[in-house]
């Protein structure tokens, strides 16, 4: 059983920041591969940040555009997303993902590659 618990969410203005975590607990290894995702209510889940490379590079959503940095920290199983220059179309619940280091068919930014989901946690940018 694997639990991922996402923090930081929060109403912000345009141009703020924020910092979100994910903590990772269970039987979780850091073999897992660790994502972050977002919703926007009606629309698909997409990609925001996650490694790739053999963990040795950053992929970023294309919305991103160096606003947003990823980081982990293997030794404590915690995830982390800073986020900068925050816009309104930002607004929407982001949410961290596992994948077992055996799933492999999808790539890493399809969602469907993830068997593990935290509950999400709302951001919402004003103007």
């Known amino acids: 059983q694997v639990q991922l618990v996402e923090s930081g969410g929060d109403s912000v203005q345009a141009g703020e920041s924020l910092t979100l975590s994910c903590v990772a607990s269970?039987?979780?290894?850091?073999?897992?591969?660790m994502a972050w995702f977002r919703q926007v209510l009606g629309k698909e889940r997409e990609i925001v940040a996650t490694?790739?490379?053999?963990?040795?590079?950053?992929i970023y959503g294309d919305f991103v555009k160096g606003r947003f940095t990823f980081s982990q920290e293997s030794a404590s199983n915690a995830l982390y997303l800073q986020m900068n220059s925050l816009k309104p179309e930002d607004t929407a619940i982001y949410y961290c993902?596992?994948?077992?280091?055996?799933?492999?068919?999808?790539?890493?930014?399809?969602?469907?590659?993830?068997?593990?989901w935290g509950q999400g946690t709302q951001v919402t940018v004003s103007s």
């Open positions: 993902a596992a994948a077992d280091p055996r799933s492999r068919v999808y790539s890493v930014t399809d969602p469907r590659r993830y068997q593990h």
């Open positions: 269970g039987n979780v290894s850091s073999d897992y591969h």
């Open positions: 490694r790739y490379g053999g963990n040795t590079r950053v």
